[in-house]
């Protein structure tokens, strides 16, 4: 399977734990983005990587969130002191490095804050 | 900033008749892409079609056509002949020419009666 991969699919916490999660994107693509989606919404966006460059982070991202992508492979989100708000499906999606590329998406993983 | 908008938030067509889903959005930048994606409940995220702004021929693939009106910033899905696997989730998207933006609407759900 070489399409985009996000583990774990399914991730149920406390709340006040943190979480981590991770995203493994297609070889050879340099761009790499982060959403949330809570059900019957459309996908929010959260930051947008280019290679180990973290180029733009939304207001969405709070100081509870931080995003990484050691070495321009597969990227980390990670969530410190989650809240019951926090329970969305996070989605991976990446593409090539040029203009109007297209993004493919991972299946996401689902948090549930309990 | 970037808005996409899908004023229809459910709609319903008959098998094999037409439906056309709406879109509009707002940007000051001339040159960006577009995109049409679709979420069945599986909640993967699929590809259905991509315009680029620069070229005033719509897009087409398959049962699927866009009508793109850069004027009026609107880009409308049409889909032909319906079929029940197109039930699912629709999403309207912008992406600017860096890449770094891409953005979604808050999606249209479609249901495909037999």
């Known amino acids: 399977d070489t399409g985009v991969s996000q583990n774990p699919r399914h991730k149920i916490t406390k709340r006040g734990q943190n979480v981590t999660f991770r995203c493994d994107p297609i070889?050879?693509?340099?761009?790499l983005y982060w959403y949330r989606q809570t059900l019957g919404q459309g996908p929010e966006f959260l930051t947008y990587?280019?290679?180990?460059?973290?180029?733009?982070k939304s207001r969405l991202l709070s100081d509870r969130f931080s995003a990484e992508r050691p070495k321009g492979s597969f990227s980390t989100l990670e969530i410190q002191r989650t809240e019951q708000g926090d329970s969305a499906m996070y989605l991976c999606?990446?593409?090539?490095?040029?203009?109007?590329?297209?993004?493919?998406f991972g299946s996401g993983t689902q948090l549930s804050v309990l | 900033a970037q808005t996409v908008t899908q004023s229809q938030p459910e709609m319903s067509v008959q098998e094999a008749e037409t439906v056309t889903l709406s879109c509009t959005y707002d940007?000051?930048?001339?040159?960006?892409?577009l995109f049409w994606y679709k979420q069945p409940p599986s909640r993967q995220m699929i590809l259905v079609i991509r315009?680029?702004?620069?070229?005033?021929q719509n897009a087409t693939e398959n049962r699927f056509s866009v009508n793109f009106q850069k004027a009026a910033k609107s880009f409308s899905l049409k889909i032909s002949d319906s079929q029940l696997g197109d039930t699912a989730m629709y999403f309207c998207?912008?992406?600017?020419?860096?890449?770094?933006?891409?953005?979604f609407g808050t999606g249209t759900s479609l249901t495909v009666i037999p």
């Open positions: 999606a990446s593409s090539f490095g040029r203009e109007g590329a297209v993004l493919f």
């Open positions: 070889s050879e693509h340099n761009r």
């Open positions: 990587f280019q290679n180990e460059a973290q180029l733009e």
């Open positions: 940007t000051s930048e001339n040159n960006y892409y």
């Open positions: 315009q680029e702004a620069y070229k005033q």
């Open positions: 998207a912008f992406m600017n020419r860096a890449g770094n933006q891409f953005y």
